[in-house]
């Protein structure tokens, strides 16, 4: 039986998953995944600070003032970069390490006074989430991780909902977006400030480094499952819950790290789906490559017959010699013609068949009018095989 | 010839500017791209903009659409800020300046077009699918409609941006460089509808390259070239001269009369 402490845990973990997954979403449309690394190492001052005066890691006040450094850091990122200088990744490289160590040295500095040290900050205590109990009127109500979470993914949600169509149009075509009077910039800094209360919010319970990979493993791998975008906010949710729950319970057998475990399903999530994805996926494109390669000779072979009445030009084992293939390559684009029906053989010579010719006439139309793509189409029409 | 001439009369309707452009100058980190435009465009003209790359077309557009911030000079559309003429207004950018790999289809991208009346947080409805699908079918792409758009080829996508400008029924059209990369089926395509835009009263607005069919395409023409050159009606203006003073060399284009 699962403890109420492990049901917690696992509530919260999901809950992260969530809010950060929506985010995420976007982020890794808009080509901004770095900047959300940027983000969730830079708050680490913003949230030192808001302890000094808090002396409290669940305090909104500290949230606030974590997800300002955030904000701060976006402003410092196009600030730099938009002197022309240096490019948009090397500005995020310079401008996250110089707030993260100032955070560094805010602790190091204090550590004597501060409950907070910086392994805590890279990799959370999810663990101890539900010992911080929240009290209303000195009844618990459950941990206050949990409440902090939940608020900040109940805000996300709404503000989704609300402004989906904007973060949509803005995403998509920023210019459309700003002829329209949708302001790309309040739409921009709309989800950047999302992202940072997120990224704080979460923090505490699984760290800086867990939050990136919350944010940025789920969509990338819906981006390759779905040409949808509500169906790849869909599925990155979805992946992101499934990963918070499945890390819980191998760290619980390897009695290892939450953050880390499921840090390392989120990978192993999106080595699947990079590997194995439908039609985006990496074994997909490979063999989508082999079978267009063949397809391609399929039709300079067909055309070869077409072009040639003479036996020597369509005897099999001249082939090779003529278009200058290899045997291997022969056979198979022979074989190919043949299981199609484009061809037949007769001791050794090869001749088109009545289908043979009405394909190659219709593909050598759509060569000379450069319409190769139609090719395409038609091939779903002649072929009993693909390549 | 002549059912050239009379494609490229002006309606009846010239007189009442649509667009005016005073005194406007846009910078990139302080280096002007465009130096003091003046510029009026008549109601009802198709009118191309021409100059050589980085001449400023496309900043001169998004400029006029408030895209761009310029360091002075203002813009009138019907005598009015653009901020308030909007709804008068479609803009088709340039089909390189959006990512085609972003998951959604054909119908969902016109429907865009029509977020602009809708405003902020109202979602689009029946009405604004039925005015997309409509869209999608003037420009041949219904059958297209449940495509993702990276499945396009580049002339299925500019007729993609083609039916969201037209959802916006708009007045005036803006258009950065509508037969860049389309087949020539298309280009044909596009034009025909510019055409069928002008004569319904409307302003379009294009920034175009292939100076070989200004005369055929056109009955409007501004030279630009971080300055403005010139402009007008075509049969007045596009001379050897003004491509000479707007590209810097000895243009010669043969003006078939």
């Known amino acids: 039986m699962m403890s109420s402490a492990q049901f917690e845990i696992q509530l919260i973990a999901s809950l992260v998953a969530v809010a950060c997954a929506i985010p995420g979403t976007f982020l890794v449309l808009r080509k901004m995944a770095m900047i959300s690394d940027a983000i969730s190492h830079s708050i680490l001052p913003g949230i030192v600070i808001g302890f000094f005066i808090t002396h409290d890691l669940n305090s909104p006040l500290l949230i606030l003032l974590a997800a300002l450094t955030g904000i701060i850091t976006v402003i410092l990122v196009e600030y730099i970069q938009k002197t022309g200088l240096v490019k948009e990744d090397t500005a995020i490289g310079l401008v996250f390490p110089a707030l993260f160590s100032i955070g560094v040295i805010m602790i190091a500095k204090n550590a004597n006074d501060v409950h907070l040290d910086v392994d805590a900050v890279l990799l959370g205590e999810l663990a101890f989430a539900p010992f911080d109990r929240l009290l209303i009127g000195g009844t618990d109500v459950g941990p206050k991780s949990l409440w902090i979470v939940g608020t900040i993914l109940l805000i996300t949600i709404t503000l989704l909902f609300t402004f989906f169509k904007e973060l949509k149009v803005s995403t998509f075509d920023k210019g459309l977006a700003a002829s329209l009077g949708f302001s790309p910039a309040i739409i921009h800094y709309g989800l950047m400030s999302v992202s940072s209360v997120t990224t704080v919010g979460a923090f505490d319970a699984v760290g800086a480094i867990l939050v990136v990979a919350l944010m940025i493993a789920p969509a990338a791998a819906a981006y390759l499952l779905t040409t949808d975008l509500k169906k790849m906010l869909g599925l990155s949710i979805g992946f992101g819950i499934f990963s918070a729950i499945l890390g819980y319970w191998v760290a619980h057998w390897l009695d290892a790290s939450i953050s880390g475990s499921i840090t390392s399903v989120l990978g192993l999530v999106f080595l699947l789906v990079y590997l194995f994805a439908p039609t985006k996926g990496i074994i997909a494109v490979m063999y989508r490559e082999k079978q267009q390669r063949r397809e391609v000779s399929l039709i300079t072979f067909l055309l070869h017959l077409k072009n040639h009445d003479e036996i020597s030009e369509r005897h099999v084992k001249h082939l090779n010699e003529h278009i200058n293939w290899q045997k291997v390559r022969s056979k198979s684009v022979l074989d190919l013609a043949q299981k199609n029906n484009m061809i037949t053989i007769d001791n050794n010579i090869v001749s088109l068949t009545e289908k043979g010719d009405e394909f190659t006439s219709k593909a050598i139309d759509y060569i000379i009018t450069n319409e190769d793509a139609q090719i395409e189409d038609m091939k779903d029409d002649f072929f009993l095989f693909r390549g | ?257």
């Open chain 2, 1 to 257: 010839m002549k059912k050239q001439t009379k494609d490229n009369e002006t309606p009846a309707s010239a007189g009442v500017v649509a667009v005016k452009v005073d005194d406007l100058t846009v910078a990139y980190n302080y280096k002007p791209v465009l130096w003091d435009i003046d510029l009026e465009i008549p109601e009802g003209v198709l009118m191309a903009i021409v100059g050589p790359n980085g001449a400023g077309k496309s900043t001169l557009i998004k400029s006029i659409l408030g895209i761009l911030k310029p360091i002075a000079g203002s813009v009138a559309i019907y005598d009015k800020p653009y901020e308030k003429q909007r709804q008068l207004v479609a803009y088709v950018p340039q089909k390189g300046s959006v990512d085609w790999d972003f998951p959604t289809t054909a119908l969902d991208v016109v429907m865009m077009g029509t977020y602009g009346s809708l405003g902020w947080i109202k979602r689009p409805g029946q009405k604004e699918k039925k005015a997309a699908l409509e869209a999608l079918e003037k420009v041949g792409m219904l059958p297209f409609k449940n495509r993702q758009i990276s499945q396009l080829s580049g002339g299925q996508q500019q007729r993609i941006f083609l039916a969201r400008a037209l959802v916006q029924n708009a007045s005036i059209y803006f258009m950065d460089e509508p037969f860049q990369g389309v087949d020539a089926s298309t280009e044909i395509a596009i034009i025909n509808i510019l055409k069928a835009l002008r004569k319904a009263g409307k302003t379009v607005i294009v920034v175009h390259h292939d100076l070989q069919t200004v005369p055929e395409y056109f009955d409007w023409v501004t030279f630009l070239n971080v300055k403005k050159i010139a402009t007008g009606p075509v049969k007045d203006i596009f001379s050897d001269d003004n491509l000479t003073k707007t590209y810097g060399i000895n243009y010669k284009v043969s003006i078939q009369e």
